[in-house]
């Protein structure tokens, strides 16, 4: 008997000894900076015989296209090299949202804590922000209430109905059942356009049955503090519940014509079966009459391979759905991976990109696998934020009380901590501010009838209101 062989002198058919180059997983961005980078522009991007990297100041252009030639060409008369021979596209586009990263980190100064005697001054108007209550156990959606007050929902499964003056809270009973489960739970919840005359309340929530899970839509009424007249609008087939717990997507808006949409996230199924394909309801945008039946009118309506309600594909999480009731256009805001955060608008039957293009890249640092931005078959953003914000709650800004803000969109953010005022003209990000930041993971934004800004917030959990300095 031979004796066995050490670990060492085991031997390796000649078939995979060729193939062993390419199962090496491909540097992570901190590797390729440290061998490429560091040398000039200091570990830390502080600077060095190459200039500082997280200054903020750029001589050669400071969008993120021109931080990328300038790494692929080099700058000549310099000592920036060209880098293209050494580094493939999609890892200088891994390079661009790494030195992001880092920029956004020095550059970020720390803001105040809340304060109702504050006054805070942005471009064009300033403003106070005033606590209204206290929460707990993560809020996710607010709405205000016509006849005053609030209802919020908790990702633990409970709806509130806090008072005008935001001093009490309510449970409303009866509630569906919502499994809590990582980024899951009981969502959001807006109220049927004729509220006033039908009272419909519209939940988004997670079900399943604890082991896998699915992003569904239910409405009902609220009598005598508890639910009532309890409708499914949209469930999934059993086939589509999956254990992943995040990306669920769940934000619900009208059209103010009959419809209702809801977004559903792609629940990390990046390839086959996912956002790509329009026969499941992983990383769609979907459509329905108010009563949940399907619009004969819906672009994938007489496809017999598309999933139920399909209006738009292509998403990866989104977690911001707003209509511009001037203009009748539905705007949406979506996660990207490590950077590529984006804001989009959104038409009818239209492939928004994801996986296959994102301006971000894997979370452990790697380069997106194509990494490709854009395809002319694909919708590109509007707008998007590298590093990412973790873009959550959208809202027009409605009313008089900002008369500078009015028609812009409000985009809050977790990882961010911010509220960002975007201004829209011929479909593009003309203007960008943040109104504040550091005062917690902003879930959602919402605006009154009578333009008052409410924000939803976690860590703390809380509902704030943006008023004018006057």
Same mark, same amino acid.
């Given at each position: 008997? /031979?004796?066995?062989?050490?670990? /060492? ?31 000039? +522009? ?24 021109? #931080? ?23 890892? #200088? ?11 956004? +980190?020095?550059? !970020?100064?720390?803001? *105040? ?18 606590? #209204? ?6 809020? &996710?959606?607010?709405?205000?209430? $016509?006849?005053?007050? &609030?209802?919020?929902?908790? !990702? ?36 049927? *356009? ?13 079900? =399943? ?40 997507? /769940?934000? #619900?808006? @009208?059209?103010?014509? =009959? ?22 309801? @992983? ?15 819906? $672009? ?7 999933? !139920? ?21 539905? &705007? ?5 991976? !490590? ?41 590109? $953003?509007?707008?998007? &934020? ?6 959550? =709650?959208?809202?027009?800004?409605? %009313? ?24 829209? =003209?011929? +479909? ?22 009578? %333009? ?7 860590? *703390? ?10």
């Amino acid at each position: 008997m /031979s004796p066995r062989p050490s670990p /060492s002198r085991l031997l390796i058919p000649a078939c995979l000894v060729a193939t062993l180059p390419l199962l090496a997983a491909p540097p992570k961005v901190e590797e390729l900076y440290k061998s490429y980078c560091a040398g000039c +522009h200091g570990p830390e991007m502080q600077g060095g015989s190459g200039k500082s990297l997280v200054s903020g100041v750029w001589k050669n252009g400071g969008k993120d296209e021109d #931080i990328a030639r300038v790494i692929a060409n080099g700058v000549p008369n310099t000592g920036m090299q060209p880098m293209s021979k050494a580094l493939d596209p999609a890892q #200088i586009r891994a390079m661009v949202v790494y030195i992001r990263e880092k920029e956004a +980190h020095a550059t !970020r100064a720390p803001a *105040p804590k809340p304060d109702p005697a504050k006054v805070y001054h942005a471009a064009t108007e300033s403003f106070r922000l005033e606590t #209204i209550a206290e929460l707990k156990n993560t809020p &996710w959606g607010v709405t205000p209430l $016509p006849e005053g007050g &609030w209802l919020v929902t908790e !990702r633990s499964g409970t709806l509130l109905a806090l008072s005008a003056d935001g001093k009490t809270s309510v449970k409303v009973e009866g509630v569906p059942a919502s499994i809590e489960t990582g980024q899951g739970g009981l969502m959001d919840v807006a109220l049927h *356009p004729d509220y006033a005359k039908n009272g419909w309340i519209y939940l988004s929530l997670t079900e =399943g049955d604890k082991t896998k899970f699915a992003t569904a839509l239910v409405r009902g009424h609220i009598k005598d503090g508890r639910w009532t007249d309890n409708e499914w609008l949209w469930k999934v087939e059993p086939e589509f519940h999956i254990p992943a717990n995040f990306h669920f997507g /769940s934000r #619900i808006t @009208f059209d103010g014509k =009959g419809h209702v949409f809801l977004s559903s996230g792609e629940r990390g199924r990046n390839m086959n079966h996912g956002a790509q394909d329009i026969a499941t309801p @992983f990383g769609k945008i979907i459509r329905l009459m108010d009563d949940g039946k399907t619009p004969a009118d819906n $672009p994938f309506a007489n496809d017999p391979k598309a999933y !139920r309600g399909l209006w738009s594909y292509g998403h990866r999480n989104p977690q911001g759905l707003a209509f511009d009731m001037r203009t009748g256009e539905l &705007w949406e805001d979506e996660h990207g991976p !490590r950077g590529g955060d984006e804001l989009n608008l959104i038409k009818p039957g239209l492939n928004y990109g994801w996986p296959v293009v994102t301006f971000g890249m894997n979370y452990d640092g790697r380069p997106w696998e194509k990494g490709e931005t854009s395809r002319p078959d694909m919708e590109p $953003p509007v707008t998007y &934020w590298t590093p990412s914000i973790a873009v959550c =709650g959208m809202a027009f800004v409605t %009313g008089d009380r900002f008369p500078s803000w009015k028609n812009d969109i409000l985009v809050g953010a977790l990882a961010g901590q911010e509220v960002r005022r975007i201004k829209i =003209g011929d +479909h593009k990000a003309v203007e960008q501010e943040t109104l504040f930041r550091d005062l917690g993971r902003v879930r959602d934004v919402k605006c009154g009838a009578d %333009g008052s800004i409410y924000v939803l917030f976690n860590s *703390p959990d809380r509902l704030v209101r943006i008023l004018p300095a006057k």
